[in-house]
């Protein structure tokens, strides 16, 4: 009879003799080396999990860490995300660690060797999901983890703080057809992210109740910059019969498209009016301020990093998706369009 049976718990030796490798191996599991065959990890894991192994943080660890994880960092965007997390942790005690992952889709396989040594509270993930083996891994140490506006559909197991993305799109052009507009375009975001596309449906969804007929012609795929909100916005400006209205889909994109129509000696908003998408900061200090939809990302981060530090004895199941409201924001970029 083992140890696990005669005193109602597992130990390493245990574990590795059920799964036929050394200690050694399983202790390599335990601290996330990589040098391990995918087939064994998934084995040891699973055997850990099964028999409840203590996996918390050690005795004795630095100051607690709540880790934020971006795929880019030079934006107000990820700012206002890191202002949130920091705002929690701080009244928790915990300090904050940011890491660029460098892809919207998923931290890369080194990153969790690292996430492991420091043992953090929890993981934030902008945008980004987890393979199931990385999501098993952090499972198995106690190493809670929410995705924030995911890019993708998460999975069920998956709990994601996001933003009522259709509702502000359809909140955006709505605004716009109620201010006499009938040829919007829209400039979204990336076509393989979840949000660009709930707000595209929310632009299309206005449109066809207010008895207009979307064009293809009239939207564009950006990439949340301004850069992109200048190019894709060259692009709607260059039509024969342009647009009097833009949608961007994010604040950045829009600063883009006032650019664009100021290059084409165009008024905003005498000549064209443009809305943009989250009110950061800098909205409101353009000339003219801008028309955007609200996104509340400080407190998106806020309640993720809440959801990371419900006390553990709380047992209760994780919302699976947590959806914040969106709001109109009105100011001086939008008009009725041009008579003629």
């Known amino acids: 009879m083992n140890r696990a049976d005669d005193e109602g718990r597992v130990t390493l030796s245990d574990v590795a003799r059920e799964a036929e490798v050394s200690i050694s191996t399983v202790s390599k599991v335990l601290n996330g080396h990589s040098h391990v065959a995918a087939s064994t990890r998934e084995r040891v894991e699973e055997l850990l999990l099964r028999h409840g192994y203590p996996r918390g943080r050690r005795a004795g660890a630095d100051a607690p860490l709540i880790e934020i994880v971006f795929h880019q960092l030079d934006s107000p965007w990820a700012m206002e995300l890191l202002r949130g997390v920091e705002a929690v942790a701080a009244v928790r005690g915990a300090g904050v660690v ?3 992952s460098g892809s919207r889709h998923a931290p890369g396989p080194e990153w969790i060797e690292a996430v492991v040594r420091r043992r953090p509270l929890g993981v934030v993930l902008a945008f980004s999901s987890l393979s199931p083996e ?3 891994q952090l499972w198995s140490r106690s190493i809670p983890f929410v995705v924030i506006d995911p890019a993708g559909d998460p999975d069920l197991d998956v709990p994601s703080v996001g933003s ?3 509702a502000g799109g359809l909140a955006a052009t709505r605004h716009l057809i109620e201010q006499g507009h009938r040829r919007i375009g829209i ?4 076509e393989d992210m979840l949000c660009s596309l709930a707000r595209l449906d929310g632009y299309r969804s206005a449109l066809t109740m207010a008895g207009l007929e979307p064009e293809a012609s009239l939207v564009e795929f ?3 910059h301004a850069e992109g909100g200048y190019l894709c916005g060259g692009r709607l400006l260059a039509h024969e019969e342009r647009p009097t209205a833009v949608f961007a889909g994010s604040d950045l994109q829009a600063l883009g498209v006032l650019e664009a129509a100021r290059v084409r000696g165009l008024r905003v908003p005498e000549d064209l009016s443009v809305v943009g998408y989250d009110d950061l900061e ?3 200090w353009t000339s003219p ?3 955007t939809v609200r996104q509340p990302l400080r407190e998106m981060a806020e309640e993720a990093t809440r959801l990371l530090l419900r006390p553990r004895d709380d047992k209760s199941p994780l919302p699976t998706r947590l959806e914040l409201s969106t709001t109109l924001v009105v100011r001086a970029s939008t008009a009725p369009p041009p008579q003629g």
Do not use: E, S, Y
């Not at 400039?187 to 990336?190: E, R």
């Open 187 to 190: 400039i979204t975001g990336p």
């Open 134 to 136: 990385l999501k098993q």
């Open 98 to 100: 940011v890491t660029h």
């Open 222 to 224: 950006g990439d949340f």
């Open 282 to 284: 800098i909205a409101k």
């Open 164 to 166: 009522a993305n259709w």
């Open 289 to 291: 301020a801008l028309t």
